[in-house]
T-cell receptor, first 111, second 109 residues
Framework: KAGVTQTPRYLIKTRGQQVTLSCSPI?????VSWYQQTPGQGLQFLFE???????NKGNFPGRFSGRQFSNSRSEMNVSTLELGDSALYLC??????????FGPGTRLTVT | AQRVTQPEKLLSVFKGAPVELKCNYS??????LFWYVQYSRQRLQLLLR??SRESIKGFTADLNKGETSFHLKKPFAQEEDSAMYYCALRKGGSEKLVFGKGTKLTVNP
């Protein structure tokens, strides 16, 4: 099976703009989770989707949102970008209760 | 609240030496514990989970509920073990992983 894919792999945005990141899970996986990875804070959970429903949300401001489509693909959106949003955004997919497989990440740089 | 602590940010050993990466957790229930590894320029991948009690690439980890620890051990480190190692906790009924800050392991020749 193909692994988790994320697009785009790299992104440069300006403060105040918004951005949408995409994640395609492994075929058959219905759960998608998003994480933010930064040198200072490490890996932090953003949210988890299962069958188009958000099941869990981390401690991030409302500027961070996400959704999942019927084919399990997921997107996350960050509005009004701040410099501190610069990070590697990781997506992970799993077949509920089983192992999570991570994508390569999207490197977001906010200038 | 769930918390995972990896006390060492950096760990450096020589090839052939034993290595232990420490992980302590706080969680009131029965968590699932994992070790993830991230090699240079590669994606995060699962190394071990406590439920399977298996040895992967020579690494083992034992869950000690009394000490709330899940230390990762390898008797003879190899240069290819150099990577970032993350300990993670997952509570039942959720896919959410709580990660430690990670330990960068360097194995010197």
């Amino acid at each position: 099976k193909a692994g988790v894919t994320q697009t785009p792999r790299y992104l440069i945005k300006t403060r105040g703009q918004q951005v949408t990141l995409s994640c395609s899970p492994i075929s058959g996986h219905r759960s998608v989770s998003w994480y933010q990875q930064t040198p200072g804070q490490g890996l932090q959970f953003l949210f988890e989707y299962f069958s188009e429903t958000q099941r869990n949300k981390g401690n991030f401001p409302g500027r961070f949102s996400g959704r999942q489509f019927s084919n399990s693909r997921s997107e996350m959106n960050v509005s009004t970008l701040e410099l501190g949003d610069s990070a590697l955004y990781l997506c992970a997919s799993s077949d509920t209760g089983l192992l999570q497989y991570f994508g390569p990440g999207t490197r977001l740089t906010v200038t | 609240a769930q918390r995972v602590t990896q006390p060492e940010k950096l760990l450096s050993v020589f090839k052939g030496a034993p290595v232990e990466l420490k992980c302590n957790y706080s969680y009131s229930g029965s968590p699932e514990l994992f070790w993830y590894v991230q090699y240079s320029r590669q994606r995060l991948q699962l190394l071990l989970r406590h439920i399977s009690r298996e040895s992967i690439k020579g690494f083992t980890a034992d869950l000690n509920k009394g000490e709330t620890s899940f230390h990762l051990k390898k008797p003879f480190a190899q240069e290819e073990d150099s990577a970032m190692y993350y300990c993670a906790l997952r509570k039942g009924g959720s896919e959410k992983l709580v990660f430690g800050k990670g330990t960068k392991l360097t194995v010197n020749p």
